[in-house]
């Protein structure tokens, strides 16, 4: 199996083994649903923080998740543009 490091040409890009050069709104797609789960997660670790950690990270973390929430807002008004 041939592996190319990264920054090498190549498939390999970024980490992840791409067919081929995708679409900007398939990148797009693919960047929203990431995007997408990483919300989820972060929503997630606010409803299972300890009193302890909620006091520590509460604050920030909310405001994480709304800058990701206008971001994927973002995204898919590119992607149903792109379309």
Known sequence: MLVLAPGSSGPYESG???AGPMSAGAELTAVS???DELTKR???ILSELSPQDEE???SDLLELERTLGVANRRLERMVAASR
């Open 42 to 44: 972060v929503q997630r």
């Open 33 to 35: 649903s990431s995007l």
């Open 56 to 58: 520590r990270y509460a």
């Open 16 to 18: 992840v083994w791409q």
